[in-house]
């Protein structure tokens, strides 16, 4: 789980007063003018399906709002999704004073007057949001929308990082960007216990696409505006966008944010001092970590047993959030060194990490921290002075002068594994001698193995039972992802996974699951499964696919180059097995091709056996890297479209009606 870093607010008022609603919304809808109307094409994109005329984005940390207008013109049929409104909302958050519309050519103007609601939306792999969704009323090609709304952020507290979002997947045609930071002194660790703490607001343009920087206005305001600003168009598999994004992020700092160098330093020292508080040197910790290695000579081994207690700890990073009152109700107290994680029983992610570190020193291992970055939205830059890149935490141990990184500050997570979303990534390194950048190894290849037993009947449906297995990154993101849902959830998760992959029209139900509080182990869940029209009947003769499952990343590798490498959250393994029942009376007249394909990084095999009235499809699919470069893309395209190919084979089928009429020409 994410954490965030909180920055307090010193008030020298009582209070401060929410900004009204017509400071918030400006002077309401801004006139459409003929030029407007005229827009037929994007510039320099004909054919594309819809063109933003207007961006307003304005964050006021002194009067705890994001005010956002939107105007957008639909060009094309494929534009009218953008009459699909998904306004995210972060926890603390609350929508306030939402306003849409839909405008007509002929003048007529249509407003939306229902409610949004509340979903989940998923924007990769084990990251969600929550976001307040609704649809524009009567959207036509030439039609124009415009919504617009403030967010109400929370109370004595700023972010510590703002953004601009100087880019989308519209080409805009202007943008008006404010930000106004807290006009009192924001405490900042770094001016903790200095004689006059002071705070500043600095900021950084990453990937600056145009000349124009942010200009400081009346009442500290900063603005920036912008005109013909070109979209952004992304691919499928490519890195994170904001890797290459233009964006400008405000922060709050002190002294540190002269550099980038000095940055650091000061974070190094203030980790350093606080972790070393922290994890301590106590004796109970020692005899502990003595007991549980006694009578182990090997490193490893004595490691495990370290990280299995360390593990024990009951970890409240992975429980819902709790209020200050509900805390005190169940007596849950903030722990401030090891031993109190040890006597309490119960911790933080970051406490569970350092303990371990403390079990670790106390056996004689050199351990320490590292303050890890995710790569699953942004990549590391040491030039963007934010410490929220490296808000996750992992321990690095030397066992017999080989470097582990480990983490049992995640629940679940196996000893030697990383989440995906930490692996291959920047790491701030802290020990005695001071402080470096490292990278944390790359991940291991996950294994989902599906074996599929299935009956196919006379009319083409096919019916059966699947079991699903998960091991490695496969595994422990779905046990965590559970962690927030209840059973019925979890069932629904599996189901709607499972469905994904089967043929159009297929439905699952799950009959069992086990393995959901384990480490080591897979997790493995079984379904019976029903298609109709799984196969085609021609006369007497059936057409089955040979493949039971839908291919890896399908229409991925469609177009002819690429602009972005291809980054993957893992390497991966699939290794799958689908046995087909004939019908009655049928035999396999033609078998499958089997195809075999292999790369440096990379294999496939399919194959097809027959017993009895039985055909047996044994497939195995991997990819040993994550990232290949644009460079790479032909061969990564020729290799699946052999996949495409095999994955796609079908098997014909004769009834023995066919086969004797054959015997007899």
Same mark, same amino acid.
């Given at each position: 789980?994410?954490?965030?870093?909180?920055?307090?607010?010193?008030?020298?008022?009582?209070?401060?007063?929410?900004?009204?609603?017509?400071?918030?919304?400006?002077?309401?809808?801004?006139?459409?003018?003929?030029?407007?109307?005229?827009?037929?094409?994007v510039p320099y994109n004909p054919g594309a399906p819809a063109i933003q005329l207007y961006l307003r984005y304005y964050k006021d940390d002194n009067d705890n709002f994001i005010s956002v207008y939107k105007r957008i013109k639909v060009l094309r049929d494929a534009g009218k999704k953008y009459a699909d409104i998904a306004i995210e909302i972060e926890p603390g958050q609350s929508l306030k004073q939402l306003m849409a519309?839909?405008?007509?050519?002929?003048?007529?103007?249509?407003d939306f007057q229902g409610k949004p609601f509340e979903k989940t939306i998923i924007k990769g792999r084990g990251i969600k949001y929550l976001a307040k969704t609704f649809t524009m009323p009567d959207v036509t090609v030439g039609s124009i929308v415009e919504y617009m709304y403030t967010v109400e952020l929370p109370r004595r507290l700023v972010d510590p990082i703002s953004e601009w979002p100087v880019q989308s997947e519209l080409f805009t045609v202007k943008e008006n960007l404010r930000f106004r930071p807290y006009q009192g002194l924001v405490i900042v660790p770094t001016e903790w216990g200095t004689e006059a703490p002071r705070s500043r607001v600095a900021y950084s343009y990453l990937h600056q696409s145009d000349p124009r920087v942010p200009q400081k206005k009346a009442g500290n305001l900063m603005e920036l505006e912008l005109e013909n600003v070109p979209a952004f168009d992304g691919e499928a598999?490519?890195?994170?966008?904001?890797?290459?994004?233009?964006?400008?992020?405000?922060?709050?700092?002190?002294?540190?944010?002269?550099?980038?160098?000095?940055f650091w330093q000061e974070w190094r020292r203030l980790f350093a001092e606080y972790l070393d508080k922290f994890v301590g040197d106590y004796g109970e910790i020692r005899s502990l970590a003595a007991d549980l290695t006694r009578n182990e000579s090997d490193s490893e081994k004595k490691l495990r047993k370290l990280y299995v207690r360390a593990q024990q700890i009951r970890n409240l990073s992975f429980e819902r959030a709790r209020t200050a009152e509900e805390l005190k109700k169940e007596g849950l107290k903030h722990n401030t060194n090891v031993r109190e994680v040890l006597?309490?029983?119960?911790?933080?992610?970051?406490?569970?990490?350092?303990?371990?570190?403390?079990?670790?020193?106390?056996?004689?291992?050199?351990?320490?921290?590292?303050?890890?970055?995710?790569?699953?939205?942004?990549?590391?830059?040491?030039?963007?002075?934010?410490?929220?890149?490296?808000d996750d935490e992992a321990v690095l141990v030397n066992a017999g002068g080989k470097d582990t990184v480990l983490d049992p500050g995640t629940k679940y997570c196996p000893y030697g594994l990383l989440r995906w979303k930490n692996t291959s990534a920047t790491a701030f390194r802290l020990s005695k001698s001071g402080a470096a950048f490292v990278k944390t190894p790359a991940p291991p290849s996950?294994?989902?193995?599906?074996?599929a037993r299935m009956s196919l009947a006379p009319d083409g449906s096919a019916k059966g039972e699947i079991t699903m297995e998960w091991a490695g990154e496969e595994s422990l993101e779905r046990r965590i992802e559970a962690l927030d849902t209840d059973e019925a959830g979890r069932r629904k998760s599996l189901e709607d996974e499972l469905v994904a992959w089967l043929p159009h029209g297929g439905t699952a139900k799950l009959q069992s699951s086990e393995g959901w509080q384990e480490t080591e182990k897979p997790l493995i869940a079984r379904f019976t499964?029903?298609?109709?029209?799984? =196969?085609?009947?021609?006369? %007497?003769?059936? *057409? @089955?696919? &040979?493949?039971?499952?839908?291919?890896?990343? /399908?229409?991925?590798?469609?177009?002819?180059?690429?602009?972005?490498?291809?980054?993957?959250?893992?390497?991966?393994?699939?290794?799958?097995?689908?046995?087909?029942?004939?019908?009655?009376?049928?035999?396999?007249?033609? =078998?499958?091709?089997?195809? %075999?394909?292999? *790369? @440096?990084? &990379?294999?496939?095999?399919?194959?097809?056996? /027959?017993?009895?009235?039985?055909?047996?499809?044994k497939r195995v699919l991997h990819l040993d890297r994550m990232r290949f470069e644009t460079?790479?893309?032909?061969?990564?395209?020729?290799?699946?479209?052999?996949?495409?190919?095999?994955?796609?084979?079908?098997?014909?089928?004769?009834?023995?009606? &066919?086969?004797?009429?054959?015997?007899?020409?």
């Amino acid at each position: 789980m994410r954490r965030r870093l909180l920055v307090f607010l010193c008030f020298y008022l009582p209070s401060v007063c929410l900004a009204v609603p017509d400071q918030k919304q400006a002077q309401g809808w801004l006139p459409v003018t003929q030029q407007d109307w005229a827009i037929k094409e994007v510039p320099y994109n004909p054919g594309a399906p819809a063109i933003q005329l207007y961006l307003r984005y304005y964050k006021d940390d002194n009067d705890n709002f994001i005010s956002v207008y939107k105007r957008i013109k639909v060009l094309r049929d494929a534009g009218k999704k953008y009459a699909d409104i998904a306004i995210e909302i972060e926890p603390g958050q609350s929508l306030k004073q939402l306003m849409a519309r839909t405008l007509h050519p002929d003048g007529s103007i249509v407003d939306f007057q229902g409610k949004p609601f509340e979903k989940t939306i998923i924007k990769g792999r084990g990251i969600k949001y929550l976001a307040k969704t609704f649809t524009m009323p009567d959207v036509t090609v030439g039609s124009i929308v415009e919504y617009m709304y403030t967010v109400e952020l929370p109370r004595r507290l700023v972010d510590p990082i703002s953004e601009w979002p100087v880019q989308s997947e519209l080409f805009t045609v202007k943008e008006n960007l404010r930000f106004r930071p807290y006009q009192g002194l924001v405490i900042v660790p770094t001016e903790w216990g200095t004689e006059a703490p002071r705070s500043r607001v600095a900021y950084s343009y990453l990937h600056q696409s145009d000349p124009r920087v942010p200009q400081k206005k009346a009442g500290n305001l900063m603005e920036l505006e912008l005109e013909n600003v070109p979209a952004f168009d992304g691919e499928a598999l490519m890195p994170p966008e904001a890797d290459y994004k233009p964006v400008i992020v405000f922060y709050y700092g002190g002294r540190e944010t002269a550099s980038p160098e000095l940055f650091w330093q000061e974070w190094r020292r203030l980790f350093a001092e606080y972790l070393d508080k922290f994890v301590g040197d106590y004796g109970e910790i020692r005899s502990l970590a003595a007991d549980l290695t006694r009578n182990e000579s090997d490193s490893e081994k004595k490691l495990r047993k370290l990280y299995v207690r360390a593990q024990q700890i009951r970890n409240l990073s992975f429980e819902r959030a709790r209020t200050a009152e509900e805390l005190k109700k169940e007596g849950l107290k903030h722990n401030t060194n090891v031993r109190e994680v040890l006597e309490h029983g119960y911790g933080t992610s970051n406490d569970i990490d350092r303990l371990f570190v403390a079990l670790a020193r106390g056996a004689g291992f050199d351990a320490s921290i590292l303050h890890v970055s995710e790569r699953s939205q942004r990549s590391f830059s040491e030039l963007l002075l934010w410490l929220g890149q490296v808000d996750d935490e992992a321990v690095l141990v030397n066992a017999g002068g080989k470097d582990t990184v480990l983490d049992p500050g995640t629940k679940y997570c196996p000893y030697g594994l990383l989440r995906w979303k930490n692996t291959s990534a920047t790491a701030f390194r802290l020990s005695k001698s001071g402080a470096a950048f490292v990278k944390t190894p790359a991940p291991p290849s996950p294994t989902v193995r599906r074996t599929a037993r299935m009956s196919l009947a006379p009319d083409g449906s096919a019916k059966g039972e699947i079991t699903m297995e998960w091991a490695g990154e496969e595994s422990l993101e779905r046990r965590i992802e559970a962690l927030d849902t209840d059973e019925a959830g979890r069932r629904k998760s599996l189901e709607d996974e499972l469905v994904a992959w089967l043929p159009h029209g297929g439905t699952a139900k799950l009959q069992s699951s086990e393995g959901w509080q384990e480490t080591e182990k897979p997790l493995i869940a079984r379904f019976t499964v029903e298609v109709p029209g799984f =196969a085609a009947v021609t006369g %007497k003769r059936i *057409l @089955s696919p &040979a493949y039971f499952f839908s291919p890896f990343q /399908q229409g991925a590798f469609t177009p002819l180059s690429r602009r972005y490498p291809i980054v993957l959250p893992y390497p991966f393994v699939e290794q799958d097995e689908f046995t087909l029942t004939l019908p009655e009376g049928y035999s396999v007249e033609v =078998a499958p091709y089997r195809r %075999k394909a292999g *790369l @440096s990084y &990379a294999g496939y095999e399919i194959a097809s056996s /027959q017993q009895g009235n039985e055909l047996t499809v044994k497939r195995v699919l991997h990819l040993d890297r994550m990232r290949f470069e644009t460079g790479e893309y032909q061969q990564l395209k020729d290799f699946f479209a052999i996949v495409q190919a095999g994955d796609g084979e079908h098997a014909v089928l004769q009834s023995a009606a &066919a086969a004797a009429a054959q015997k007899e020409q």
